[in-house]
């Protein structure tokens, strides 16, 4: 080497070579606690947590709440999670053919559907029957999709509780849509309680991964839209963890664009309620978009058709089980007081009678007739349809009987 | 003899086990294809004994499988990509149509993406939404792109080693209702010669009626075929095995030599399979021909809430009435 050469710069290691090295780095199944960052106000034993850097923004919102708001929020839980296990118990039972249990995002999904009001839409996926009850939608509007008798065919408008849609991340789109249809409408900023509006749309952790839900943040943020983005990370999409989809967990992504992402206790209805009503607040007061990140966990399978024991571990579902939302939220009322065991046997009872309507309500659902089939493909008559349809119903009548 | 006896989704996986063993540049990706082995287990057992370089677990998005493929495949691998269910593989329609069907064209032959994507495809399991669906028409429909789709476990096995090796992109379509079916398959290569990928397959011989399906109709077909020969109709059954390319000498010489033809799947009529075959047959055969050429197919309706599928699917009373319709022309 000449005397005047250069410093010769520090080797740099190896490059790795695909055949010899995996790809990938180490990473692992991350089971945190969720982190400072975590909204959190009621512990694991139903304690109210003191105020924190995390939660301090949101105390007022929780400070507010009467102990009547409180025992209807856990009666919701109670509810919501009868509701679940009536349709895992009628899946199981053969009267549906599917049933994707919320089993453990009870709080998750409570706590963003009460935070909303009347005039509000939520876009959900084909998990929230919990968001779906707090709509008012009657439960057995849920059944008939997982019964095979339709695709949903509820009337959306009726309780502003969008058809589920199992595509996943296409309906973020549609509630950006929806939400910039409110601005133009006016809805926004104006002040009035019961005119501002604001949408809310549902996924999951894998969820974020979808083009359509990366597109709907860039969407939302551009047009400033009164949107709250609720992702529920219940840290599973069927066998994939988080670090199969993301490197930062969601909520860090919102500032990407252009807007605050918070990560809430998925299993502290309180703190759900709180961040989402804030969010909402937020949101109709023209203020633009918030992503929520509701750190939870799916303590069942994927749907009743998942096995999960091929791909997680016992020990984390135990973990999560402590962290109960119900139990916590129970604590919490027992605890200050608000709450006697005649109240809680009082909703118990009522989840009996609930499941016990459902049930029947199941059993009882006919099959439509079968020319129904050809109904409202077009809003005005198609030919083609109109066509099969004839040649169905003669068809049909060819068998003695029927067929 | 290295005969065994096969499902069809066991099939697939002893194929791709097979294409990843002779060709190191082989890898899979998809949803939940690694530790869990798919939905339908189809790659089962692979990430463990291929490692995680080779069966990936890639995030939940569709066109991000596939367009990662296309890169993969610019750099030299052949991956094999599972979409989850036929109705979720929209979301890759872009990057399928747009650049996967036109690369090598694009480049003028300098560029090739030998990559498979494999869609478990129809109905019949009582599925929700989005999984019932025979979306195979759209990808034929579309230059560049081989369509090709196995009825059985010897199928299964052979076909998706082919599609492997094939250095064009293959959409590589799974009757999924048939996963579970069983037969013998031999799995020797010396002991015969697999049919090429695109070869049609006379799946029974018969006189009187050329039947053209493919994927979980053949086996529909084949049972109808069956009771037909109860009352005297003999039906020559034709496996397509590949809808793009078409192997049109096997279909027009059984039609030629029968001069009645029925066109079954499960895909809504209008525009679909059946459409490009009757068009075809009636150019090709237009002498021999007694009957116009019929279709049986789902109805031209979304694929309807699971309690109706029995009724919206072809089943063995549809596929006879339509025999008896042409066998009376
Ligand atoms: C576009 C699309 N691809 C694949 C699927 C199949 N699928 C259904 S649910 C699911 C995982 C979803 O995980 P996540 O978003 O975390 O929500 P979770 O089910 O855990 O609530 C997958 C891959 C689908 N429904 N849609």
């Not at chain 1, 919320?102 to 009347?118: D, F, I, K, P, S």
């Not at chain 1, 409110?182 to 926004?188: A, K, M």
């Not at chain 1, 065991?341 to 009678?353: H, S």
């Not at chain 2, 069809?8 to 990843?20: E, F, I, T, V």
Request: proline content about 7%.
């Amino acid at each position: 080497m000449p005397d005047d050469a250069m410093e010769p710069a520090p080797q740099a290691p190896a490059p790795v070579r695909h055949h010899e090295t995996v790809v990938t780095g180490p990473m692992e199944h991350d089971i945190t606690d969720g982190g400072p960052d975590m909204v959190q106000f009621v512990d694991g034993d139903g304690n109210r947590l003191p105020t924190s850097p995390a939660n301090e923004a949101y105390a007022k919102i929780v400070e507010d709440l009467t102990p009547e708001d409180g025992r209807s929020m856990y009666r919701d839980l109670v509810l919501v999670r009868r509701i679940d296990a009536e349709g895992h118990a009628l899946q199981r039972q053969g009267e549906l053919g599917l049933w994707p249990s919320l089993l453990g995002q009870e709080a998750a999904q409570v706590g963003a559907g009460r935070a909303m009001r009347r005039q509000d839409y939520a876009f959900p996926g084909y998990r929230e029957h919990g968001v779906a009850w707090c709509r008012d939608v009657p439960p057995e509007n849920l059944l008939g999709m997982f019964r095979g008798v339709n695709h949903g065919g509820w009337d959306s408008n009726a309780n502003n509780f969008h058809l589920y849609t199992i595509v996943i991340g296409n309906q973020m789109l549609h509630a950006t849509g929806y939400a910039m249809g409110i601005q133009r409408d006016g809805d926004v900023g104006t002040g009035d309680p019961d005119r501002d509006a604001a949408v809310m749309a549902f996924t999951g952790d894998g969820g974020t991964a979808q083009g359509d839900f990366n597109e709907a943040l860039v969407f939302a943020g551009v047009a400033n839209a009164p949107l709250v983005f609720f992702v529920q990370n219940n840290q599973w999409a069927i066998s994939e963890p988080n670090y199969k989809q993301f490197r930062i967990p969601p909520y860090q992504r919102a500032r990407g664009f252009g807007f605050p992402g918070v990560r809430v206790d998925g299993n502290d209805v309180l703190a759900v309620y709180a961040v989402t009503k804030a969010a909402l607040d937020a949101a109709r007061a023209g203020q633009g978009p918030t992503l929520i990140e509701a750190f939870t966990y799916r303590m069942g399978a994927h749907t009743t058709s998942d096995d999960p024991t091929k791909y997680r571990i016992a020990a984390e579902v135990d973990i999560w089980r402590e962290k109960d939302p119900i139990t916590r939220m129970r604590g919490f009322l027992a605890s200050k007081g608000y709450a006697d065991e005649a109240f809680f046997d009082a909703v118990d009872k009522e989840a009996d009678e609930l499941a016990a309507r459902i049930r029947k309500a199941c059993q009882e659902m006919p099959n439509p007739p079968k020319p129904a089939m050809f109904d409202n493909v077009y809003v005005d008559p198609h030919p083609v349809v109109e066509r099969e349809k004839a040649e169905f119903i003669a068809y049909q009548a060819s068998f003695e009987g029927g067929k | 003899m290295t005969a065994q006896k096969l499902s069809l989704a066991k099939g697939l996986n002893a194929g791709l086990r097979k294409a990843m063993e002779h060709d190191p540049k082989v890898v899979l990706m998809g949803e939940d294809v690694g530790k869990l082995g798919g939905v339908f287990r189809i790659t089962e057992g692979l990430q463990k004994d291929f490692g995680e370089d080779r069966v990936i677990d890639t995030p939940l998005a569709e066109s991000g499988i596939v367009g990662t493929a296309i890169g993969l495949a610019l750099r030299g691998y052949r991956p094999v990509v599972e979409i989850q269910f036929d109705g979720f593989i929209y979301p890759a329609f872009d990057q399928i149509i747009s650049q996967v069907s036109k690369m090598h064209a694009r480049s003028l032959g300098h560029l090739r993406l030998p990559l498979v994507i494999r869609v478990p495809f129809g109905g019949g399991i009582g599925a929700v939404e989005h999984h019932s669906e025979s979306n195979e028409a759209y990808f034929a429909h579309t230059a560049g792109l081989r369509v090709v789709t196995c009825a059985d476990p010897a199928d299964a096995y052979w076909m998706i080693q082919q599609a492997v090796a094939s250095d064009d992109p293959v959409l590589f379509y799974e009757p999924k209702r048939r996963y579970h079916e069983r037969a013998e398959v031999e799995l020797d290569e010396d002991a015969g010669a697999p049919l090429p990928l695109n070869s049609a397959r006379v799946a029974r011989a018969g006189d009187d009626l050329t039947v053209l399906t493919y994927g979980p109709m053949v086996k529909t077909c084949l049972d109808a075929a069956g009771a037909a020969q109860g009352e005297g109709k003999s039906l020559e059954v034709i496996d397509l095995r590949s809808l793009s390319p078409l192997d049109t000498e096997t279909i027009f010489t059984s039609v030629r030599k029968t001069g009645r033809c029925v066109v079954v799947h499960e895909a809504p009529t209008f525009l679909a399979m059946g459409a490009e075959l009757a068009a075809q047959v009636q150019r090709e055969c237009f002498y021999s021909l007694e009957a116009p050429v019929l279709r049986v197919g789902g109805y031209n309706i979304p694929y309807p809430p699971s309690r109706f599928e029995e009724d919206f699917l072809p089943d063995l009373d549809r596929i006879l009435d339509s025999v008896d319709q042409a066998l009376a022309f």
